[in-house]
């Protein structure tokens, strides 16, 4: 009975093990005993069998084999022993070794929010494309992100300089910074498509670099003491969306003026107004002053100052390539000894770890949240700006809100939550 319940659980790898040994030395035995080449033991019906180690078991007959508490070890033996052969140490986030992990987050928090939030004001408010183009320009931008797993296999199986992590960080933000400057001087004169593609193309490479800083921060994690488990990731994630924060605030701030919500604005009072009726319809001003509409603050526009998309992204531009000597000067790496994994291997591996209850509900959870997270009204955003008369500033005042909260919430986790149980203040917030 013990063997038919072992075999129904993957979890009891031992237990199995032993039981497709001893079902197939019961099974040679019992056929030794129905042709007399074996005489049956008076104890019951007792067969010769391997140990653990591959040895013969002494007998003088055929004896059942007994399982030992080894075979009914838990799987989380093997964890421990993993853990305890792993060099523990005391582990300093703002420390040279490793302050390029934390700000290699914070770099994704100004990347990702500074390059989603200004497509309201320039696809809707500027240029006026369809709820369809601008639903698909929102996904496009981010697309990468659903292919972290790529970057991952990539990254086990190629070392560039020798480093794992290190490399890939580096390469990734340079090319970011890179992408980013063709935003910044061209600006105005690009094409919508083309300007949504170069954003794609820079979050290809943000998110390699964010993938690099995750396999860093696990293994960082992996070698905090107890008293520090789980510091760094909560610091890394803090730092996201601290950045998303301050981003926001600098785009409420800079992209709340005429520049970006004003279809045709000019700031220069001896420029010409254009004549161009599919602007000139977008914007409020023009009918109360035909020929000087351009110059004036229209009703979309929430503060008489600001920057326009292109200024905006001079400033991102200079936020995140200030911060790229960081991840060269304070990310402490040894370069790999060993050779990289092959890539069927470490496939392998993965679908062998897919295979564990903990991991496939884990995979399930997260295919099912981020499906129906995902059905949204692609004429939602349209529509609030031309029925509600939705802002840049209170557009982006929403997702300000969501960050801080999150900023904050892991802030409190970090200083205080770090050693208690998660279903706690899991069940306190969903109440």
């Keep these: 009975v013990n063997c038919r319940l072992a075999r129904n659980s993957s979890s009891i790898l031992s237990l199995s093990g032993y039981c497709n040994h001893f079902t197939s030395n019961r099974t040679e035995a019992e056929t030794m005993q129905a042709s007399g080449d074996v005489e049956p033991s008076t104890d019951g019906a007792e067969i010769?069998?391997?140990?653990?180690?591959?040895?013969?078991?002494?007998?003088?007959?055929?004896?059942?084999?007994?399982?030992?508490?080894?075979?009914?070890?838990?799987?989380?033996?093997?964890?421990?022993?993993?853990?305890?052969?792993?060099?523990?140490?005391?582990?300093?986030?703002?420390?040279?070794?490793?302050l390029g992990i934390p700000t290699s987050y914070f770099s994704v928090g100004l990347t990702n929010t500074g390059i989603n939030s200004p497509l309201y004001p320039y696809l809707i408010v500027l240029n006026d494309v369809s709820s369809a183009?601008?639903?698909?320009?929102?996904?496009?931008v981010v697309i990468f992100w659903s292919y972290k797993i790529f970057y991952g296999i990539l990254?086990?199986?190629?070392?560039?300089?020798?480093?794992?992590?290190?490399?890939?960080?580096?390469?990734?933000?340079?090319?970011t910074c890179a992408i980013l400057l063709p935003v910044a001087i061209a600006g105005s004169n690009l094409a919508?498509?083309?300007?949504?593609?170069?954003?794609?193309?820079?979050?290809?490479?943000?998110?390699?670099?964010?993938t690099a800083a995750d396999g860093f921060q696990t293994w960082v994690a992996k070698r905090e003491k107890p008293n520090q488990r789980g510091n760094m990731t909560a610091l890394a994630y803090q730092a996201r969306f601290t950045a998303a924060v301050l981003v926001g605030v600098i785009i409420a701030l800079s992209l709340s003026g005429p520049q970006a919500n004003c279809p045709g604005y000019e700031p220069d009072a001896n420029v010409p107004c254009t004549t161009d009726t599919?602007?000139?319809?977008?914007?409020?001003?023009?009918?109360?002053?035909?020929?000087?509409?351009c110059h004036m603050q229209c009703d979309a526009a929430t503060a008489p100052f600001g920057v326009s998309i292109p200024q905006f992204y001079w400033i991102l531009f200079a936020m995140i390539t200030s911060l790229v000597?960081?991840?060269?000067?304070?990310?402490?790496?040894?370069?790999?000894?060993?050779?990289?994994?092959?890539?069927?291997?470490?496939?392998?591996?993965?679908?062998?770890?897919?295979?564990?209850?903990?991991?496939?509900?884990?995979?399930?959870?997260?295919?099912?949240?981020?499906?129906l997270f995902s059905v949204t009204n692609a004429a939602q955003t349209n529509a609030n700006f031309a029925w509600?008369?939705?802002?840049?500033?209170?557009?982006?005042?929403?997702?300000?809100?969501?960050?801080?909260?999150?900023?904050?919430?892991?802030?409190?986790?970090?200083?205080?939550?770090?050693?208690?149980?998660?279903?706690?203040?899991?069940?306190?917030?969903?109440?």
Aim: charged share 20%.
């Design 48 to 98: 010769e069998h391997e140990n653990v180690d591959g040895a013969m078991a002494p007998s003088d007959g055929v004896k059942s084999i007994k399982p030992t508490p080894d075979d009914f070890e838990p799987p989380t033996k093997d964890i421990e022993s993993l853990e305890q052969s792993i060099d523990l140490r005391d582990i300093k986030p703002f420390s040279r070794e490793f």
């Design 133 to 140: 183009y601008y639903t698909s320009a929102q996904n496009i």
């Design 155 to 175: 990254y086990d199986i190629y070392y560039p300089l020798g480093w794992k992590f290190k490399a890939w960080i580096c390469l990734g933000w340079t090319c």
């Design 192 to 210: 919508v498509s083309i300007f949504v593609i170069l954003l794609t193309v820079a979050n290809f490479f943000y998110v390699s670099a964010d």
């Design 278 to 293: 599919s602007i000139t319809s977008r914007n409020s001003e023009f009918a109360n002053n035909p020929t000087d509409w």
């Design 325 to 371: 000597p960081i991840y060269f000067l304070f990310l402490k790496e040894d370069k790999k000894q060993s050779p990289p994994q092959k890539a069927t291997k470490i496939v392998s591996a993965m679908t062998h770890s897919c295979e564990r209850q903990a991991v496939w509900q884990l995979i399930f959870y997260s295919l099912v949240m981020n499906t």
């Design 388 to 431: 509600l008369e939705l802002t840049t500033l209170q557009n982006t005042i929403t997702s300000i809100m969501d960050n801080f909260i999150l900023a904050a919430a892991l802030h409190v986790t970090r200083k205080r939550y770090l050693h208690y149980s998660c279903f706690g203040p899991g069940a306190l917030f969903a109440s």
